[in-house]
Every structure is written in structure tokens, then in C-alpha cells.
């Protein structure tokens, strides 16, 4: 004679096995989820550039800073600096034979303000109008060749597109000043089509890093 199992540990068994079942596709979904998000995040890198060496790889996007330990040493031009930080980001450009370098600008405290008051004082001596010696002094170029931001936070340069990470024929100007003359800072970058940007020579000026990375006078 066969017996009959108790419905409720039917329901029991079915109750398990569709938790068992609702964990395992809720895993699977997170763990999909998760490497798409991955997947998704991964792309050309943003590096930060302190003059002590160049990046190893291409980047997409690269913030320049003069490092602390020399701002800590260096107190006139730390004190009469236009600039804390320039981000260079390729983007596209109107000529698509060409490349496009934007840059940002983050100014140290009262830098805009003395900027444009020496970029006044500038025009002064025969060079132009004060839009053409703020964008001399942020990227070395004529305003009417660039694209400067009416509040002078961003500027947008037009360049010719390197062939290779080493093509040093086509560079723009990285530059810290603190004043109309002159560079305490400098570097040369390069963008390929595909948006990706190269340091090529760089200075600081009366500074070198040892190679330990710190830095020492020289």
C-alpha cells in the first residue's frame, strides 16, 4: 500500500525550492550587473601631472599642479600666481582634419584678479587688447586663434593631430605664471585623433626631482 506524503511538507519543499530559485537569479543578475558597471567605467584614464615625471600612458585628461613642497619654498610666486591647477581634455574640433585641446583653469586666490589687472597694464605697451594678453599669458596663443571663455575659466585650442605618442611637431602650452613675462612653470602636450594626450618636455623653473622624487634645487 503507498502512502502519501503530508501536503504541507509539499508546500514546504516547493516553498524552498523557489527561494533557492529566486536567490540564485537575484545573483546572477547582480553579478551581470556588476560587470557591466564595470565594463562601463572602464575607458581612458584621468591622471594628475606634479612635474616630477611624465605619465607612462596616454591619457584622456590631465590636471597640472605645481607640487605644495615647492609652493612652501617658493614665496613670491606662490604669493603673486595667477593659477592653482590647468586641466587639458581633448574634445572635438570644428576642423575634423584637426584636433582640440580645452583647457580649465583653477585660479589661486585673487589670481584672475591680478591676471587681468597685468593683462590691463600689458595692452598698455602696444600688444593687443586685454583678451589677447590673458589668453598669451594662459596658452601662449592669439585670442582670435583660440576660444576663450568670457569669464577666462576655459579655453579651447586648436592643434594638429599627432601621428604617434613621440610626434613632438604639433604641441600646445601648459604655463604658470605670476606675471605677463615669463613662465615659472611650463609643459608641452600632444593629443592623437583618438583623444589621447602626451607630456612631452616640462619644467619647473630652479627645481628638478631627484630620483627619489623629491624635489631639490637645481
Known sequence: MSIKPPVSLT???????????ACSSS?????????????A?????????????APSEAASSIEFRIPDEILEQEDDYRENRYLDSVTVAAVESEDPSECAIEYSFEYAE?????????????????TGNVDNGISHALVNENVDSVDLSGDYFSAVV??????????TDNLVDVRFKKNMEGRFSWAEVSVMKSGELFVH??????WQADSNGSWIKG
Request: proline fraction near 4%.
Open 11 to 21: 508546500a514546504a519543499s516547493l516553498a524552498a525550492l523557489f527561494a533557492l530559485t
Open 27 to 39: 545573483d546572477t543578475s547582480d553579478s551581470s550587473g556588476g560587470s557591466s558597471e564595470g565594463a
Open 41 to 53: 567605467d572602464s575607458g581612458p584614464s584621468v591622471v594628475e601631472f606634479d612635474f616630477s615625471a
Open 110 to 126: 585673487g589670481g584672475l584678479d591680478r591676471l587681468v589687472e597685468d593683462a590691463r597694464e600689458y595692452v598698455q605697451t602696444g
Open 158 to 167: 586648436p592643434v594638429g593631430c599627432s601621428v604617434s605618442p613621440s610626434d
Open 201 to 206: 618636455d616640462f619644467d619647473i623653473n630652479g
